[in-house]
């Protein structure tokens, strides 16, 4: 792990808490909470629909109004302090950080405006943006080009087993995420430089 130089964060799960998993399951037993996430949420990660339209399109299914949905989510949003400790040391350390995260358009941004979480990143890759979503290896290889490194320089650090299998098929390390502690412990060797 000391040959790395490039450390890729997922945001949702791991530096912000999941949201809208929880949120459809309270109002959707797991199958349908789950179907709606992959294609309503699924669609405006994949920057298909606009972060109005989702809302809009949440609002048909749930019967919440979408202004109320936005207010919801932006409450359940909580940043893991943690994280952007590890995230601090890191980039003490000389390491690059990127973001590399699935999100509907606007509404990642609002969080990374509301929590003053930008200067955390050299680079971020927000899928909306860039019409390319986790897993898809062209999103991990997007990343690593345009900051201008290979596969085998980096780790990239995830929730999603889904995720981490990808990464790891095109050579990057990764790092199943459960919790802050246990991602400084899985960093050891790097951070105890």
């Given at each position: 792990?000391?040959?790395?130089?490039?450390?890729?964060?997922?945001?949702?799960?791991v530096i912000?808490?999941e949201i809208?998993?929880?949120?459809?399951?309270?109002?959707?037993?797991k199958?349908?909470a789950?179907?709606?996430?992959?294609?309503?949420?699924?669609?405006?990660?994949?920057?298909?629909?606009?972060e109005r339209?989702?809302?809009e399109?949440?609002?048909?299914v749930?019967?919440?109004?979408p202004?109320?949905?936005?207010?919801?989510?932006l409450?359940?949003a909580?940043?893991?302090?943690?994280?952007?400790?590890?995230?601090?040391?890191?980039?003490?350390?000389?390491?690059?950080?990127?973001l590399l995260?699935?999100?509907?358009?606007?509404?990642?941004?609002r969080?990374l405006?509301r929590?003053?979480?930008?200067h955390?990143?050299?680079?971020?890759?927000?899928?909306?943006?860039?019409?390319?979503a986790?897993?898809d290896p062209?999103?991990?290889?997007l990343a690593?080009?345009?900051?201008?490194?290979?596969?085998?320089d980096?780790?990239f650090?995830d929730?999603?087993p889904?995720n981490?299998?990808?990464?790891?098929?095109?050579g990057?390390?990764?790092?199943l995420?459960t919790s802050?502690e246990?991602?400084r412990?899985?960093?050891?060797?790097i951070?105890a430089?």
């Amino acid at each position: 792990m000391k040959n790395k130089k490039l450390v890729l964060f997922d945001f949702f799960g791991v530096i912000c808490c999941e949201i809208s998993p929880g949120w459809l399951a309270m109002r959707f037993e797991k199958e349908k909470a789950m179907t709606i996430k992959n294609s309503i949420v699924g669609s405006a990660d994949k920057g298909e629909i606009s972060e109005r339209e989702m809302f809009e399109r949440l609002a048909k299914v749930t019967g919440v109004a979408p202004d109320v949905i936005l207010k919801e989510w932006l409450d359940i949003a909580k940043i893991d302090k943690g994280v952007l400790s590890i995230i601090d040391e890191l980039r003490d350390r000389g390491y690059a950080v990127g973001l590399l995260s699935n999100a509907p358009p606007d509404f990642e941004e609002r969080l990374l405006d509301r929590d003053d979480l930008y200067h955390y990143f050299d680079a971020m890759f927000i899928s909306s943006v860039r019409k390319l979503a986790k897993p898809d290896p062209a999103f991990f290889n997007l990343a690593l080009n345009e900051m201008g490194y290979k596969a085998e320089d980096a780790i990239f650090i995830d929730d999603n087993p889904v995720n981490i299998k990808a990464s790891n098929e095109i050579g990057i390390d990764a790092i199943l995420f459960t919790s802050a502690e246990q991602l400084r412990e899985d960093l050891k060797p790097i951070l105890a430089d």
